[in-house]
């Protein structure tokens, strides 16, 4: 009995390694097709540099525009992108603690690096994890032309394998753990009570800051 469990055991241990050593080769293929369109088109080397960097502003400017709008619903949709995005980062960060990689640069040779960036564990994709829990969300509350935003975040995960600095299933992983939790986020944190009067607290805070602040104002001008 024992010597068949034993058996088993490395039967398993030898398929998995197969497993393994396959998805890690069709991971690499897929970086290769990506990666190397910077050698073959290298006009748009630039373009995707540049998304790959710093698109996250864009993202961060919209956010800020979209909260200031002041329209409630438009908060409730920042806040609970913001949530989704803390939980999904903190669920990358911790299965990057069950499964890392380095980034392509530092493990393969001859690839098309086009950003600065560190040696460090790659897996999965941050870049990617921050983009779709925002644009994720921005879709599901917004729906319609809102999917642009899905597609920019896309765009960023394609241009993170362009520029060399993550694997396919980095940014799959990313994708992944993004889309869950801010389906349930959607899903669950609109309803709960404590939203809804968080919401009422801040934007009555608000109102009191704004008033004095226009009361100073009006009487610097009567001075």
């Not at 560190?118 to 999965?124: A, G, I, M, T, V």
């Not at 994720?136 to 935003?149: A, D, N, P, T, V």
Request: with cysteine; net charge positive.
């Amino acid at each position: 009995m024992a010597g068949h469990l034993i058996f088993f055991y490395y039967v398993l241990k030898r398929d998995w390694m197969v497993l393994d050593l396959d998805i890690s080769e069709v991971n690499i293929s897929l970086f290769r097709l990506v990666n190397d369109l910077g050698k073959e088109h290298p006009f748009l080397n630039p373009v995707f540099s540049f998304i790959a960097e710093y698109m996250v502003f864009l993202l961060a400017l919209s956010v800020l525009f979209i909260w200031f709008t002041r329209d409630t619903d438009n908060r409730i949709m920042i806040l609970c992108a913001s949530i989704a995005f803390i939980c999904a980062f903190t669920i990358g960060k911790v299965s990057g603690v069950f499964h890392s990689n380095y980034q392509p640069f530092v493990e393969l040779g001859e690839v098309n690096k086009l950003i600065h960036k560190e040696k460090d564990n790659s897996f999965p994709s941050d870049h990617t994890i921050l983009f779709f829990s925002y644009c994720i969300s921005f879709w599901l509350f917004k729906r319609g032309w809102s999917i642009l935003w899905v597609l920019l975040a896309v765009l960023v995960g394609v241009s993170r394998i362009w520029v060399g600095v993550h694997y396919p299933f980095d940014v799959l992983a990313g994708v992944l753990i993004s889309l869950g939790v801010s389906t349930f986020i959607y899903l669950t944190f609109p309803k709960l009570n404590i939203t809804q009067t968080t919401m009422k607290i801040y934007e009555k805070c608000e109102n009191i800051l704004l008033y004095r602040f226009k009361r100073k104002e009006n009487k610097s001008k009567n001075l």
